[in-house]
């Protein structure tokens, strides 16, 4: 569905009409250079921003002192006439850049209407083949002319779709290798893919659409067209096996590997059709002719044979707008591998609620015990196998891994010479320590963990690792005694009845339906690198289970200003933009500000929504209609009358509410257990003569056919009638359906936040963070520790980020019920956004909150609420 609330319109049309006018400012000072040849001196006025990004040392760069006059005059008409040059260059390569542009759009507009004119002249064909046929011509003659239209037409097809691809491929070859750039460009970033090709949608349709260059970026498991790589499944097997097969360009097998016998499973080292270095400048081309989302391109690299994953890279440098995911922008490492430069560049942070968090996520990291143990099993046979070819020092870097990977074991309380899924620790319980302390307890402070990672960087030793496994196998450390046990499981199986009997076969790493995994030691690499961190700025969470193999190493970055202020320093500017950003202290204070930002440089814009104040009822529920009072606390919320009480709210609120109710509870486990108690109360079935009822499931692949069938049950209700006038949608705060989805008209008439999400406070990451912010940063006078704030703005996010899925455009109306009486704490109040803040109402009693349900909102024109029925 297509945003209607005007939000990602604004910041298209602001961001581009900026750079327009960026351009073009650009474009007259340049004419206006080239055309006197001299740069104006420094006279107190502002130099232009074309100059600073066109040459790296302007006439105003301070000479040393006592320079002779002539030679500081020389210098700076040198660099005159060098900036001149340049000029002229630039300009030259983007008149070639604009006219190679315009000429791939008249040639897909002529490819198109030969298409459309192919397939109108097969018709004519056709039509006259059956006139004739019609007619009573003769036998002979009908057949010939039969097969004369069947093969006219497809041949016809072929010579002009041949003529005409080779004129555009033939044209786009001979301009290919001219570079074009832009020096000013907007990057756009969400979280999903679905909102990047939202957001594209809407650049399609704005003013702009038909004139700007956009890339839409995205990962190999979206943009791959290679059938045999995207079968592997998994995200880091898939860009393992593109990078394997670009160094298998060349592709041939030398007469030693083919005599090899052949293993497990069959080697790929066929270079990828896709990529060819012509074809995918091809696609570039073809990119930067119209604005295409993710699945037009692929569409478009399928019909050119060329990869769009690295034909929408190629594409970059030319692009006036990038549209790209999260975790591509705000990785360091990502960053630098798509070939992105924010230098001077423009972004634009969209559904911005969970940066921080996704900052977070993005650098943390987490190791089991299995991945550990398995990671030196196959470092250490990957040892044994080429040491001898390997350099000293190449050799000391494998046997520093191979320590640190023992010690990570030990800090568990497991041997690495052991079966992990068969240790059991004496000691259990999680224990968090500084990044120092973790290091002195492993004792392995005396390794430079620097240097160890940049010798991962750049030996890729994870990937050869990987490819060595793939090849010969993997055997972890205590699978050896596998053949020792394999003569007396034989025998046990022998004395089986022959029903039951199953072969003992290893587990192949193929199997149909389980994807295979990666490397461990990919995922090791990670760990090895938080560990670089300051030490204020992270902990180490060490999590000891049952076996070895469930536990686990976690790093947890308290810190993501660190990884933000890269960000904020290369930009020209960045914009922080979001429907539901309240509130907004968690990006002043730990992104903005503890990244570097002065104050006076943020600046907050907030406007309120589009509705007419009629067509929204937020109501802060205390009481249910047996007066019992609304606190759904961890204590509280499982009590048989408190979920009993939410039922009869439910069953009142449903009398009145047309279409659909989506109602969020604070977990799956709160809602399974509330669903229960009402299906054995008879609650449920009460509520089922109103509305249809619906689960949120827990699996992705399930929640468009829940939406679907949600969809329609309303759809049929209000066109059916009778006694069910739509349905109950039970949701889960920070599920499937509290972000991305749009519940908008009739699909959400009323929202009912059942308690207030708080976080687990008793979480070990959640106490650090808090106690790292109490320490951090300042309180106020009179506002809460910095940590308890943290926790109320956590819950508060979810709460907003859920109640905003009902009103999506200028004409809904909506109910917002907050069951809680918590709610009406002017604290919690604060927190709400400003449109929903100003109009909500406190109702003490059911009774009063019912009486305003009754009354709105509701059309001004059709008037659809429902007249009350007393249950």
């Not at 460009?185 to 893919?193: A, D, G, K, V």
């Not at 990078?243 to 293993?263: D, F, I, V, W």
């Not at 034909?311 to 960053?335: C, D, E, K, N, W």
């Not at 596998?482 to 046990?492: K, M, N, T, V, Y």
Request: with cysteine; net charge positive.
């Amino acid at each position: 569905s297509l945003l209607f609330t005007g939000k990602s319109l604004s910041l298209i049309c602001g961001a581009l009409s900026w750079l327009r006018d960026f351009e073009q400012k650009k474009h007259q000072e340049e004419a206006r250079l080239l055309e006197t040849g001299t740069i104006p001196l420094s006279d107190g006025t502002e130099q232009p921003p074309s100059l600073s990004s066109s040459c790296k040392e302007t006439p105003d760069t301070p000479r040393p002192a006592g320079e002779p006059d002539w030679v500081t005059q020389y210098v700076q008409k040198k660099e005159e006439r060098d900036l001149v040059d340049r000029l002229k260059e630039e300009q030259v390569r983007r008149k070639k850049r604009e006219e190679r542009l315009q000429q791939i759009r008249h040639n897909a507009q002529l490819k198109y209407a030969a298409r459309r004119t192919r397939r109108e002249e097969m018709e004519r064909l056709l039509r006259l083949s059956r006139e004739m046929l019609a007619a009573g011509a003769e036998a002979s003659h009908e057949k010939q002319l039969a097969c004369g239209g069947e093969r006219a037409g497809p041949r016809r097809v072929m010579r002009a779709t041949e003529r005409e691809g080779a004129n555009v491929w033939r044209w786009c070859r001979f301009f290919f290798e001219i570079p074009c750039f832009s020096s000013e460009q907007i990057y756009y970033c969400s979280r999903t893919h679905s909102q990047l090709a939202q957001f594209v949608r809407e650049v399609q349709r704005s003013p702009f659409g038909k004139d700007t260059r956009l890339v839409s970026l995205g990962s190999r498991q979206n943009l791959c067209i290679n059938e045999d790589v995207k079968t592997l499944g998994s995200a880091q097997l898939i860009n393992d096996r593109c990078m394997e097969m670009q160094r298998s360009k060349h592709g041939k097998k030398s007469k030693a590997e083919e005599e090899k016998p052949k293993r497990r499973r069959p080697e790929h080292r066929a270079a990828c059709p896709f990529y060819s270095y012509e074809q995918l400048h091809l696609l570039r081309d073809q990119v930067l002719v119209g604005v295409k989302d993710i699945e037009q391109l692929v569409a478009l690299g399928k019909e050119a044979r060329a990869c769009p994953y690295y034909g929408s890279r190629f594409a970059i440098p030319a692009a006036q707008l990038v549209v790209l995911p999260y975790q591509m922008l705000l990785h360091a490492a990502t960053r630098r591998a798509a070939g992105i430069r924010l230098q001077g560049q423009v972004v634009l942070i969209d559904e911005a609620h969970n940066l921080v968090d996704t900052i977070t996520g993005i650098h943390s990291a987490e190791v089991s015990g299995a991945q550990l143990c398995q990671a030196h099993s196959q470092l250490l046979q990957y040892m044994e196998r080429y040491g001898k070819r390997l350099k000293a020092k190449n050799l000391m870097y494998i046997k520093q891994l191979l320590y640190l990977l023992e010690k990570f074991v030990t800090v568990l309380g497991g041997n690495i010479k052991q079966n992990p899924n068969t240790q059991s620790l004496s000691q259990t319980g999680t224990e968090l320590k500084t990044i120092n302390d973790f290091l002195f307890e492993s004792q392995i402070d005396n390794i430079n963990l620097f240097k160890v990672r940049r010798y991962c960087e750049r030996s890729m030793i994870s990937r050869k690792l990987f490819g060595f496994t793939e090849r010969y196998g993997t055997v972890l450390a205590a699978s050896r005694e596998q053949p020792r046990l394999a003569g007396f499981q034989h025998f046990l199986q022998s004395l089986q009845p022959a029903v039951t009997r199953t072969p003992v076969t290893p587990v192949e790493e193929g199997e149909a339906g389980v994807p295979r995994l990666a490397s461990p030691l990919m995922h090791i690499e990670s760990f090895l690198a938080a560990l670089t961190t300051a030490n204020q700025d992270g902990r180490v969470i060490l999590s000891r289970q049952g076996s070895l193999s469930q536990s686990s190493l976690k790093f947890l970055l308290l810190n993501p200003a660190v990884h933000f202020a890269q960000v904020v320093k290369e930009c020209r500017a960045v914009v922080i933009a979001g429907g539901t950003m309240q509130p907004v202290s968690d990006f002043r204070e730990q992104l903005l500000a503890c990244a570097g930002v002065e104050a006076e440089r943020v600046v907050e814009f907030s406007c309120g929504h589009v509705i007419p104040p009629d067509n929204i009822l937020p109501l802060v529920v205390c009481s249910g209609p047996s007066s019992q009072q609304l606190e759904f606390t961890y204590q509280k919320r499982e009590l048989p009358q408190m979920m009993d009480e939410t039922g009869r709210i439910l069953c009142n609120l449903c009398t009145v509410v047309p279409g659909g109710v989506v109602c969020f509870f604070p977990s799956y486990e709160y809602q399974r257990q509330v669903y229960a108690h009402w299906d054995k109360s008879g609650l449920l079935a009460r509520l089922a003569v109103r509305k249809k009822i619906f689960q949120e499931p827990k699996r992705a692949n399930q929640v468009e056919q829940v939406l679907m069938e949600y969809s329609r049950c309303i759809k049929c209700c209000g066109q059916a009638g009778g006694t069910v006038t739509g349905a109950l949608l039970l949701s889960v705060v920070g599920g499937k359906m509290s972000e991305g989805i749009n519940f908008s008209d009739n699909l959400g008439r009323c929202v009912v936040m059942v308690g207030m999400p708080y976080p687990n406070i008793k979480s070990p990451e959640l106490q650090e963070k808090m106690a790292y912010l109490d320490q951090t940063l300042p309180r106020g006078p009179g506002q809460p520790p910095p940590g308890k704030a943290l926790v109320e703005n956590l819950c508060m996010k979810a709460v907003n980020q859920s109640i905003g899925r009902a009103i999506r455009h200028q004409k809904d109306f909506a109910s917002i019920v907050l069951l809680d009486q918590r709610y009406a704490r002017p604290s919690i109040l604060g927190k709400l956004p400003a449109w929903i803040r100003d109009r909500v109402e406190v109702k003490a009693t059911f009774g009063l909150a019912f009486a305003a349900m009754r009354k709105g909102p509701r059309d001004p024109q059709a008037r659809l609420l429902i007249p009350v029925v007393s249950m």
